[in-house]
């Protein structure tokens, strides 16, 4: 039987946030590369994360990416905003 990808994880403060012309929001690259190292380091598996474009930061507020397996196998990871300084908590699967 196969691990389930399940994984949370809290980021360091700021970590994944932009700031710019007023505006705040999620810093992609880091979140993708997050979730990617979490489920490799928790599963040993190697995934693809495809996160949207742009996401305005505003806590409470949860997106969601598209995590797909090396075998093709789709999940997805909610991503939630935590605080005001760019915490968030992510999931994958069930």
Not at 10 to 17: I, K, Y
Not at 54 to 69: A, I, M, N
Not at 87 to 92: L, N, T, Y
Request: glycine share 10%; with cysteine; charged share 30%.
């Amino acid at each position: 039987m196969r691990k389930a990808l399940v994984r949370a994880t809290v980021t360091a403060a700021g970590a994944l946030l932009l700031v710019g012309c007023g505006a705040q929001t999620v810093d992609i690259g880091k979140i993708e590369d997050n979730i990617t190292s979490g489920v490799k380091e928790q599963n040993e598996i190697d995934v693809e994360v495809d996160c949207p474009d742009s996401v305005d930061w505003k806590t409470g507020d949860t997106f969601t990416c598209d995590v797909v397996e090396a075998d093709g196998t789709k999940s997805e990871a909610t991503v939630k905003m935590t605080s005001d300084d760019g915490d968030v908590e992510w999931k994958v699967g069930g």
